[in-house]
């Protein structure tokens, strides 16, 4: 190389550091600015490289746009569920700020059933569809083709032969095994068939794995299922069964359910609703709340109301998820809370799907034992379910993990329960949970072997850098 274009190529990579100073802390955390400016320093044009692939956490403007048009759509909704405003003491800031960060109020007449066998989700989900009249709209990240995807798309086609409007939305990524096949299937029953976040090459500037993580089934406006359970086999990964849990939900809250599955459904078709969501009559006593978070909304919705709540806890906080990746906000959180004496119990699955994963969440393991945070890991099952429990008087059922993913990627959603009944079931199956898993005992963990400790650290670092 002359000594021309070594210079010009030295202004380069100084270019590349001094614009990364600019750019790269925009909208992310202080653990992902460091990881990436620390790889551009060292590594100015692969740095660039790789952060122009996955760097950018945001949508791309067009999708934007679309988002702001929604808002009418998704206010209106709003008006119509606060007509069923609950009666809330304690719990009252929790719904003003989950109605601020999410859109969606709290409403009070629902009928909440968590049901944490898998086979029976399935089962009542297809005698929900065999009984719908007007619609069914399904959101979800894996959709597909083996006997579970069949059960489902022969409802949906028994549906449509009856007049019943059915859609399907599912994220490519996440169906990607299943992808061509699941398309053949639902478009042979007639069901109008959608990819959420596809990718686009000339028109999408986001990054590829900004993915619609959602789990919402909704029949009529009157039924509607949110949780962690996909649709596809639970023994889908050779070796691994899922457990997972999942709210069947009739009432009000529906309604909002149903605004967010059009909501999505307008920002991929660029087909706006052409009528208001119906909301459904009173079905019991459940107050319920859907909190939708993703790279869409201006704050990380889940993740803010998470952090406050464990701030405010007093007694007793269970969180459940199978990937445990969090920022220093989670961590102080916890840190915190266990040192103004409130119990903090955290159930992982011992069964591991995704190594990277696993490695990163443990190296959090020593820190978070060594502060007070009990960690338990469920034996025998993936336990894929994610949920929380707060001191008796909230629980979280919903598709967002407690990682850096969900938090700021992936589009979510969660529902928040206030009514009594609904969290002591919820109670109850945390019970179970941590009945079935072995206590990570700090002495035992300490002495795990040494390369152990460096591939957690390295997959630490790789997690930064979302």
Not at 318 to 343: M, Q
Request: glycine share 8%.
């Amino acid at each position: 190389m002359s000594n021309r274009a070594e210079i010009l190529w030295y202004a380069l990579e100084w270019a590349i550091r001094i614009g990364a100073l600019v750019v790269v802390p925009q909208r992310r955390s202080a653990n992902a600015t460091r990881a990436w400016l620390l790889l551009i320093f060292f590594l100015p044009v692969p740095g660039l490289l790789l952060y122009l692939l996955i760097g950018n956490p945001r949508f791309p403007a067009w999708r934007a746009e679309r988002f702001k048009a929604l808002q009418p759509f998704f206010a209106e909704a709003a008006e119509r569920l606060a007509r069923h405003k609950p009666q809330l003491d304690v719990q009252a800031p929790i719904a003003n700020l989950a109605t601020h960060l999410g859109h969606m109020p709290a409403t009070s007449g629902n009928t909440v059933e968590l049901i944490d066998a898998y086979d029976e989700v399935i089962d009542r989900l297809e005698a929900d569809i065999d009984r719908a009249e007007r619609f069914v709209h399904i959101l979800v990240y894996i959709f597909a083709d083996d006997r579970v995807g069949q059960r489902i798309a022969q409802a949906l086609g028994r549906a449509i032969k009856r007049g019943v409007e059915a859609r399907v939305m599912f994220d490519p990524v996440g169906s990607h095994h299943w992808r061509k096949g699941t398309l053949r299937l639902l478009r042979g029953q007639g069901v109008d068939v959608r990819e959420a976040l596809p990718w686009r090459l000339l028109r999408d500037r986001s990054r590829r794995d900004m993915r619609n993580h959602r789990k919402l089934f909704v029949i009529d406006g009157a039924i509607g299922y949110a949780g962690s359970q996909n649709l596809v086999a639970k023994d889908f990964r050779p070796g691994v069964v899922n457990h997972e849990l999942v709210a069947r939900v009739t009432g009000p809250a529906v309604a909002a359910m149903e605004a967010v599955v059009r909501g999505d459904w307008c920002l991929e078709t660029g087909v706006f609703p052409d009528q208001p969501v119906t909301v459904a009559p009173a079905t019991g006593d459940a107050v319920a709340q859907l909190l939708p978070s993703g790279a869409d909304y201006r704050i990380e919705g889940f993740e803010a109301l998470l952090v406050w709540q464990i701030h405010q806890a007093c007694e007793h906080v269970v969180i459940v998820t199978p990937y445990f990746i969090p920022d220093e906000d989670v961590l102080g959180a916890l840190r915190t809370a266990v040192a103004r004496g409130v119990k903090i119990d955290i159930v992982l699955s011992a069964v591991v799907d995704q190594r990277l994963v696993n490695l990163s969440q443990s190296s959090y393991y020593d820190g978070l034992m060594s502060a007070g945070v009990r960690i338990h890991l469920y034996r025998g099952f993936l336990l894929h379910a994610k949920n929380v429990g707060i001191d008796g008087r909230l629980a979280i059922v919903g598709s967002s993990n407690v990682d850096l993913r969900s938090f700021q990627l992936n589009e979510e959603a969660s529902l928040l329960l206030y009514d009594a009944g609904s969290i002591a079931r919820l109670e109850s199956i945390q019970s179970g949970y941590l009945a079935a898993s072995e206590v990570v005992e700090p002495e035992t963990w300490r002495k795990r072997p040494l390369g152990r400790k460096v591939a957690e650290n390295i997959a630490r670092l790789f997690n930064s850098l979302l």
